[in-house]
């Protein structure tokens, strides 16, 4: 199939392969839309079973910033890259200094960021190569807690939405990866008063987490049956599926996880079983949120925008029950009418 027929390219401005032999370096850099200003979006690397899985991703992710910088009121497009190889075994900073000629080849239409896989100290190695590189330490720095906070911020909007508290107390959440991102949720939701059961391939995070929080550590395929109130998705994508939604027992879904519905009509089937669900690009904006304070960083400006998030999600569950309409459609909308405004004003 054409990159141009995937369901994902969705009109895509830009999509740019790049290798380099000596470093070993395969990345994908996808340039959804520009719009509201230059394309920004992390770096993710990943050992894809394919080319055509990798395809996939780049594209998904990249439309999911163009909608996430719109929906957070930001002046920035949407786009993102991969980096295909283990993380694990396949870095080097001759690597990330190829990236960063690569992203340096696109003339400042795309800034790139840490990711899966990726960490802030990969990015200041690219930034040896180019200026277009963001979340850099001295600067803004790792958006990770961020990204939690706002993710935190979005299950109490649900919370008060669905359940009618003001609060997290006494909720059982059930976390699924503890990354960066997922171990600083669980900090905030334990803090809050919640009872967390988590699960995650890395064992010494695991370890680490049900040390700290108090928490009961589940198997991969077991955290989506457990006796909770929110599932909270924080690993890749596409955990809410055909096998998942019928065994889920939230009556929330909200974290911090990009693409978190395998296909759009996987939300309608939470809206069925009266599954409220947060829209993935709108309640973990937080840490592009605080990347684009970079130039002028001020954390304390950072932190209030993130705040926004509670509001945001806010309106759109209302509108979702005023409409009927899927909270994902609702977003996607929003979205779309933001950048259209943009165009037609421009």
């Known amino acids: 199939m054409s990159v141009f ?6 009109n895509h401005e830009e999509v740019a392969f790049f290798r380099d032999k000596d470093s070993g370096l395969k990345a994908i850099v996808a340039i959804h839309d520009t719009t509201l200003g230059p394309a920004v979006g992390g770096c993710r690397m990943w050992a894809y079973a394919n080319d055509q899985e990798a395809i996939t991703d780049v594209l998904r992710l990249s439309r999911g910033m163009t909608y996430k910088n719109a929906v957070a009121g930001l002046a920035m497009g ?23 000629r690569a992203v340096h080849t696109l003339g400042g239409r795309y800034y790139s960021a840490e990711d899966v896989g990726i960490t802030t100290q990969d990015i200041m190695t690219a930034h040896q190569e180019t200026p277009y590189m963001a979340g850099l330490e001295g600067k803004s720095g790792d958006p ?69 929080f108090d928490a009961t550590v589940v198997g991969l395929d077991e955290i989506y049956t457990q006796d909770v109130d929110i599932y909270s998705p924080c690993a ?67 932190t209030k925008h993130v705040h926004n998030i509670y509001h945001t999600l806010s309106e759109i569950f209302k509108q979702a029950d005023s409409t009927g309409v899927q909270t994902a459609l609702i977003a996607d909308k929003l ?8 165009k037609l004003h421009r």
Not at 275 to 298: K, Q, T
């Open 78 to 100: 949407g786009g993102k890259a991969v980096i295909i190889g283990d993380a694990r075994k396949d870095k080097s900073p001759e690597l990330f200094r190829a990236f960063g």
């Open 236 to 302: 890749l994508g596409a955990t809410i599926n055909d096998d998942t939604i019928s065994v889920l027992k939230a009556s929330i879904v909200a974290g911090c996880a990009n693409n978190q519905l395998a296909e759009s009509y996987h939300g309608d089937l939470l809206q069925q079983r009266g599954i409220l669900y947060a829209p993935d690009y709108v309640i973990n904006a937080g840490g592009i949120i605080n990347v684009s304070y970079e130039n002028d960083y001020c954390v304390e400006k950072a």
């Open 335 to 342: 979205a779309r009418d933001i950048i259209a405004k943009k």
């Open 5 to 10: 027929d995937l369901e994902s390219f969705d």
């Open 144 to 212: 990770s807690p961020f990204t939690a906070l706002g993710t935190y911020l979005g299950i109490e909007a649900a919370v008060k939405h669905k359940l009618g508290k003001d609060n997290v107390a006494g909720l059982r959440v059930a976390v699924q990866g503890l990354g960066h991102v997922g171990y600083h949720l669980c900090r905030y939701l334990h803090q809050a008063g919640a009872k967390l059961v988590v699960t995650d391939i890395n064992k010494q995070a695991l370890a680490q987490v049900a040390a700290e």
